[in-house]
């Protein structure tokens, strides 16, 4: 019955099937050497499995004999594809020779039309669905006060294109079952309908130009331009990436992080800080793999990078910004959620903010991981208290020198 | 007129050449050094679908990675030896594969196949010309991306592996052999094979440029050329201005990479060492780079919706819904793709005053994008569809151009793509509105011409099948990466086990995985049923489709030249399907008004169309006597009328 389907031409199937299968097994016999050949190789591996595993035996210390299970294995799967290969062709000289083809009668047109109804609505149906499905997994509500923004942003194209995904489509799928060769014998000549062309340009233009001011509203203002309000707390922090770990720096009592430069980077000074700067001594070097942020003050994270491309990513707070070697990026953000309150709205107990790296920076990229804490200033405040200054000084200062030097600059 | 007289010289040359068979072809000047358009078409089209093929089998391998992280595979040691150990894929690797896999994919087959492939084959035959302006530049144009192919395969056998920093080789990690086994050997050869690349597509594109402008046939005007070619013409502009910045950016990569320059590297401490590079920036880069990244995605697009404007007007029966609107909007989006670049880079720390300038700029690409998909449904609208494989494959290109082109909406909008960044919503969007949907234009334009290229039909039946397993697995492939993007899933991970929020979403990347592997063994399909085809496949008619465009008024058996005798001359658009008073439901560009007064049957299954075109073209001497245009006559004239001073000299 595959017969035609598989690819048989009536031309052929005038042909008396005896000549033919003698003709095609003449130019084919190469697969059945190959064939004939795998069998008796799978004969001869078997046999000499048996004296293999004995060698195994004798020789206990060396471990990596031939493999030749897996030789039989590859062989079944070359044996079992041709067999396939094989019948498929067989069933399609059959098929030539007896003549009898059962889609024959099938109108080409119709079923590949009751197709799209089938594949198109469903498929519609389907996305819909699985829109509403998967939402469970979808980010939460944003933890940060611009995120809200973005997340009203996104919602609001949703709301514009999810409906015309759906109506658009079902234009397309309308004009396949009003028009197709069947329901109607003729096309009407049609050059252009000026009305329509401009129709369209109006109902695409609206909703550009309004995401467009939108977009360019909430990314100057509420995302590039922020400042602090009235009383609310600031704090800096640093976040350097390198392959394949993020560090994080916090300012000391004074509030200011200090002077770096990549050449002092060695030792004990991973971030390469200067500590001849004094605003450098007093900076905070956490061990633990964990940014903490208070809630609700304006967070100015400085990004940097000490070897190559990375991104820092904080999904949950919609913030986003690479970490450019040799260029000093930052990026400001208020959260607004803290972690308790997170998990206790979301009813997951072991919830954490986390910070990702979204920019290819070689083998272990996936497994950059910081885990971010929210909390109120005054745990925020204690924990501060708890870090450790970088400033060792019992660390020989000439070190750093002596780096210098070496490198010739 | 120049080109009259160059039609002269080439009926000269061809009857000196094809016709008489006067010099012998051996195997290498017909297949290997051939410099006939047709040939290379075919050329390019077998290279191009060849690295498609292995990229999208490199895509089964990390799908597998993807959805069964900690499984392993023993059969992948054996393919891959040391890069997965204990059938584990290596970290390294598996980014190996994605770049590769996007490497082979937007250029080799998306690039080289696709225009390659189609403005090789129709822009000589549509717009009839006996080949294009330099058939050896043309053949140089392959030779230049078959080698590029090798060397980008070469690759796969360097000790530390190909190219691994992704398929935009973002520096410092692409310029750095210690950030990444990667970035060394492998990388020179990729940056080497994408120069030979480049250099074979501004060939074809001059080729392509040129043949256009030059070598039209009487009568074909610009405004009377098929959507294909103007959107092929157009496509060669902007490969040809925007492909340059790239390999200046490549260029300097390798100096970075290999002579110590500091183009794109400053401030590196790495693998304990730091780095004497000061001053340079990889946002350099990044500019350099998207200055072609983002026309590349419309030298993907254009050409497909080109051809997906002739599959659906042929298969219709219906002239293209608002033909000059269709121009303007493929001017309109190559005008448009040059100046949206930074939406690639929002977050990479630029000015933000450009991330505002880039979003109004990239919003604008969505008008004529839409123009264009609304013409198309207009199109269908009273038509009368003939759901044939290149039909099916036309509305699924459609289909795929909007699932995947109104997500544009939310990547192109600045402070929306701080979250979507980087994550699987940009996957699947780029998948579904560049990738699917040219490749599903590819596979039309295929079943379309088949016939064309090799004088047989593809099985239909086979097609049907291979469409509905495609175009299903296809949408359950790249669909579901939306809700990942959403979900914040980044891009670029070889596993998603490490974060809380990637790792939920492991039921539906097995899903994915499933999908993927079926729809890449529904290929096989289609590869058996092109080679069954090309060899045992049904004679084709000279004209299968009852298409009006040149190419099927030459002879099926493919000759020198293209015409055997005069070159056909144009009376009319394109698009003449289903005109009303005409005597068939289309009539040929070749077919005069005085033809179908004095009663020519071209619509019949054994008419000649080289008894009008013969007739047709004014002798040698003649031309400089005769008018330009044949005078239409009254009963269908609204397309057939003269346009002049459009007629290049």
């Not at chain 2, 080799?108 to 690039?111: A, G």
């Not at chain 2, 030059?214 to 005007?221: A, H």
């Given at each position: 019955m595959w017969g035609r389907a598989l690819g048989a031409t009536a031309s052929q199937s005038r042909m008396k099937l005896l000549p033919y299968l003698c003709g095609y097994m003449e130019r084919m016999r190469w697969l059945s050497v190959l064939g004939l050949g795998g069998t008796v190789w799978a004969q001869i591996g078997a046999a000499a499995k048996a004296r293999a595993t004995e060698l195994a035996l004798e020789a206990a210390e060396k471990s990596a004999a031939f493999d030749w299970t897996g030789l039989l294995w590859k062989l079944v799967w070359i044996e079992t594809l041709l067999i396939v290969f094989l019948a498929f062709r067989l069933i399609q000289l059959v098929v030539q020779y007896t003549g009898y083809d059962p889609f024959a009668r099938w109108d080409r047109d119709k079923v590949n039309m009751r197709l799209w109804m089938a594949v198109g609505l469903g498929g519609l149906f389907l996305a819909l669905w699985s829109t509403f499905k998967y939402a469970p997994l979808y980010l939460p509500e944003a933890a940060s006060r611009h995120g809200v923004l973005i997340d009203g942003l996104r919602n609001g194209i949703i709301s514009f294109t999810y409906p015309a995904f759906i109506l658009v489509h079902l234009m397309l799928f309308y004009m396949i079952w009003r028009y197709y060769n069947g329901r109607v014998r003729a096309a009407v000549y049609q050059e252009t309908h000026h009305k329509l062309e401009w129709a369209s340009l109006i109902a695409i233009s609206i909703p550009v130009v309004a995401i467009a001011i939108a977009g360019i509203y909430i990314w100057s203002l509420p995302v590039h331009g922020q400042k602090p309000e009235a009383g609310q707390k600031t704090v800096e922090i640093e976040v350097v990436a390198e392959q394949f770990q993020w560090r994080v720096r916090y300012p000391g009592a004074d509030g200011k992080l200090g002077r770096y430069h990549y050449t002092l980077i060695g030792g004990e000074n991973v971030l390469g800080l200067d500590f001849t700067d004094p605003k450098a001594q007093d900076d905070l070097l956490p061990a633990a793999k964990e940014i903490h942020l208070p809630v609700n003050a304006l967070v100015t994270i400085h990004v940097r990078s000490k070897d190559v491309l990375h991104s820092l990513f904080l999904p949950h707070f919609r913030t986003h910004i690479y970490a450019v070697p040799g260029q000093k990026n930052q990026v400001m953000l208020v959260p607004t959620i803290t972690t308790k309150e997170m998990r206790r709205k979301l009813g997951k107990p072991d919830f954490d903010y986390e910070l990702a790296c979204n920019q290819l920076c070689g083998g272990?990229?996936?497994?950059?991981r910081m885990k971010v804490v929210v909390e109120s200033w005054e745990e925020y405040q204690a924990w501060l208290a708890q870090q450790k200054p970088a400033y060792q000084p019992a660390q020989p200062s000439t070190l750093t020198q002596a780096r210098l030097s070496n490198l010739n600059l | 007129m120049a080109t009259h007289a160059m039609e002269g010289t080439h009926a000269h040359v061809h009857e000196g050449h094809g016709h008489d068979h006067a010099h012998k072809e051996t195997f290498w000047t017909k297949y290997i050094f051939s410099q006939d358009h047709k040939t290379i078409a075919k050329q390019f089209l077998l290279t191009g679908f060849t690295a498609g093929f292995i990229g999208i089998l490199l895509s089964a391998i990390f799908r597998l990675q993807l959805a069964f992280p900690d499984k392993s595979f023993p059969f992948l040691e054996t393919i891959l030896g040391k890069w997965a150990p204990e059938g584990r894929l290596d970290p390294n690797f598996y980014m190996a594969l994605v770049t590769m896999h996007g490497t082979i994919l937007v250029f080799?087959?998306?690039?080289g196949g696709l225009s390659g492939t189609f403005a090789n084959l129709l822009i000589p035959l549509q717009i009839g010309a006996r080949d294009m302006a330099s058939p050896f530049l043309n053949m140089l144009s392959f030779h230049f991306f078959f080698w590029g192919t090798v060397v980008l395969f070469a690759s796969f056998f360097v000790e530390t592996g190909p190219a691994a920093a992704g398929w935009t080789v973002y520096p410092p990690l692409s310029a750095l052999p210690q950030a990444m086994p990667g970035s060394g050997l492998g990388m020179i050869l990729w940056i080497v094979a994408l120069v030979l690349f480049v250099v074979g597509v501004l060939m074809g594109g001059l080729n392509y440029i040129t043949t256009v402008l030059?070598?039209?046939?009487?009568?074909?005007?610009l405004f009377r050329m098929p959507l294909v070619v103007w959107a092929l013409f157009t496509v060669a502009v902007l490969g040809l201005l925007s492909f340059p910045p790239a390999v200046a950016a490549f260029i300097l990569l390798l100096f970075d990479h290999s002579?110590?320059?500091?183009f794109y590297l400053s401030d590196i401490y790495i693998a304990g060492q730091a780095l004497p590079q000061q001053g340079g920036n990889v946002l350099l880069y990044l500019h350099l780079f998207w200055f072609l990244g983002h026309p590349e995605v419309y030298i993907v697009l254009l050409p497909a919706l080109g051809i997906t404007s002739e599959l659906i007007t042929a298969h219709a029966r219906k002239p293209i819904f608002g033909y000059r609107i269709m121009v303007l909007s493929i001017l309109g989006i190559a005008f448009v793709s040059f100046i949206v670049w930074a939406h690639h880079i929002f977050v990479s720390g630029m000015n933000p005053l450009l991330g505002s300038i880039f979003t109004a700029t990239t919003l604008l690409v969505a008008i004529p994008s839409a123009m264009k998909i609304f013409n198309y449904i207009f199109t269908l609208w009273k038509g009368r569809i003939h759901l044939t494989t290149p039909m099916l494959f036309a509305i699924g290109t459609v289909s795929f151009f909007i699932s995947g082109g109104l997500t544009g909406f939310f990547l192109g909008v600045a402070p929306l793509d701080i979250p979507l960044h980087n994550t699987y919503f940009v996957v699947g969007h780029f998948h579904l509105v560049m990738g699917v949907s040219a490749v599903f234009a590819m596979f039309g334009g295929t079943y379309h011409w088949f016939p064309r290229l090799w004088g047989r039909m593809m099985n239909e039946r086979l097609g049907y099948i291979h469409f509905w397993l495609t175009f299903i697995g296809a949408n359950l492939v790249f669909f579901p990466m939306y809700y990942m993007g959403f979900g914040g899933v980044p891009r670029r991970y070889y596993a998603f086990t490490e974060f809380s929020f990637t790792s939920q979403w492991q039921n539906l990347n097995v899903f994915i995985t499933v999908a993927a592997l079926i729809t890449i063994a529904a290929q096989f399909i289609f590869i058996y049923n092109f080679f069954h085809s090309m060899f045992w496949g049904k004679p084709a008619p000279r004209n299968p489709w009852k298409a009006t465009t040149l190419e099927w008024s030459s002879p099926v058996k493919h000759l020198h030249g293209n015409w055997p005798g005069k070159l056909p001359v144009v009376h009319r658009w394109p698009y003449d399907y289903s005109k009303p008073g005409a005597p068939a439901d289309f009539i040929p560009q070749y077919i005069s008004d005085e033809d179908i007064a004095r009663g020519v049957r071209w619509w019949e299954e054994d008419f000649e169309p080289l008894t009008v075109i013969d007739r047709a073209e004014p002798e040698e001497g003649e031309k400089q006597a005769a008018s330009p245009e044949p005078k239409p006559a009254p009963a269908f004239s609204p397309n057939a009328k003269p346009e002049e001073g459009s007629s290049p000299s």
């Open positions: 272990a990229h996936y497994n950059m | 080799w087959l998306l690039t030059n070598m039209r046939t009487q009568g074909m005007s002579l110590g320059t500091s």
